[in-house]
């Protein structure tokens, strides 16, 4: 029998998800799975799902449903409740499942850079992924976060997410906060570019993640790896954040390694970028 999942937002023609789940079924020998890409905005999600039939396991979300995702769910993971998103539907026999798959694949990413049990961290930025960052970087032991954002007043609605002594400072300053575990969770573009012009050598030794995956590297990338920071690229959080929903979907044990293999391909990624 065919399972099938998919990825659903808008617009979708960019998304890795297909690349990334497909390279799995084949390296896991999984013949009957399909993964499909389908553009639904807001208004069409509840539509769409109501007409899917039982072969559909699982869905991945992304912008502008990770709001409203939830919504559809019998049930919805803490994670997903405190970064107050949803990327992920599992279907179970009592209906769907919501979760947040982008916590776990932040802490995946630093983790295999070897970041661990940190005891301070900085994000930067406040926007809506600063909340799985922050999530992210508790998971690896930080109890000190420093917030860089450039509306200070805006990351104030972080202090809910979870149980750490949180500090705001300017965006300017986020190089300099002595952090051993940076996330920038800066869009590509001019707000990427412009925190890349506030970095200096107090980055040296320090890991940062920066989300963003296309057009690599970023100028927030090469100005940190030019103040000998260690950088991940947002393209390591996107493969482990999709190889926990191929474990959600299928109940299989994700080919990590195939995945980022077929993902850097697809970017034309080095496997040291």
Same mark, same amino acid.
């Given at each position: 029998m065919t399972s099938r999942a998919g990825v659903l937002g808008s617009p979708i023609a960019h998304s890795l998800s297909p690349t990334l789940h497909r390279a799995g079924y084949v390296a896991a020998g999984l013949t009957e799975w399909t993964y499909t890409s389908h553009e639904v905005d807001e208004g069409g999600l509840a539509p769409f799902v109501?007409?899917?039939?039982?072969?559909?396991?699982?869905?991945?979300?992304?912008?502008?449903?990770?709001? $409203?995702?939830?919504?559809?769910?019998?049930?919805?993971?803490?994670?997903a409740r405190a970064a107050r998103a949803v990327n992920t539907l599992v279907r179970t026999a009592t209906g769907?499942?919501?979760d947040n798959t982008d916590v776990h694949g932040i802490t995946a990413a630093l983790?295999?850079?070897?970041?661990?049990?940190?005891?301070?961290?900085?994000?930067?930025?406040?926007?809506?992924?600063?909340?799985?960052?922050?999530?992210?970087? $508790?998971?690896?032991?930080?109890?000190?976060?420093?917030?860089?954002?450039?509306r200070p007043e805006r990351a104030e609605a972080l202090r809910d997410v979870a149980d750490v002594s949180l500090e705001i400072v300017p965006l300017e300053e986020w190089a300099r906060t002595g952090a051993p575990a940076i996330v920038s969770t800066l869009p590509g573009g001019t707000a990427n570019g412009a925190a890349a012009g506030h970095v200096d050598d107090g980055l040296a030794g320090a890991t940062v993640?920066?989300?963003?995956?296309?057009?690599?590297?970023?100028?927030?990338?090469?100005?940190?790896?030019?103040h000998g920071a260690q950088v991940v690229s947002g393209l390591e959080m996107l493969v482990h954040q999709a190889a926990r929903q191929f474990e959600l979907f299928t109940g299989v044990a994700a080919p990590v390694?195939?995945?980022?293999?077929?993902?850097?391909?697809a970017l034309g990624h080095s496997p040291d970028a």
């Open positions: 109501a007409g899917l039939t039982q072969e559909w396991r699982g869905l991945s979300l992304t912008m502008p449903l990770k709001v $409203v995702g939830g919504d559809l769910a019998e049930t919805v993971t803490d994670t769907w499942a919501a983790r295999g850079a070897g970041v661990e049990g940190v005891d301070r961290a900085t994000v930067v930025g406040s926007g809506a992924t600063a909340r799985s960052a922050l999530l992210g970087l $508790v998971g690896l032991g930080a109890t000190h976060v420093t917030v860089a954002a450039r993640l920066d989300v963003v995956y296309a057009d690599w590297p970023t100028p927030l990338a090469r100005a940190a790896t030019a390694a195939a995945m980022q293999a077929a993902g850097r391909a």
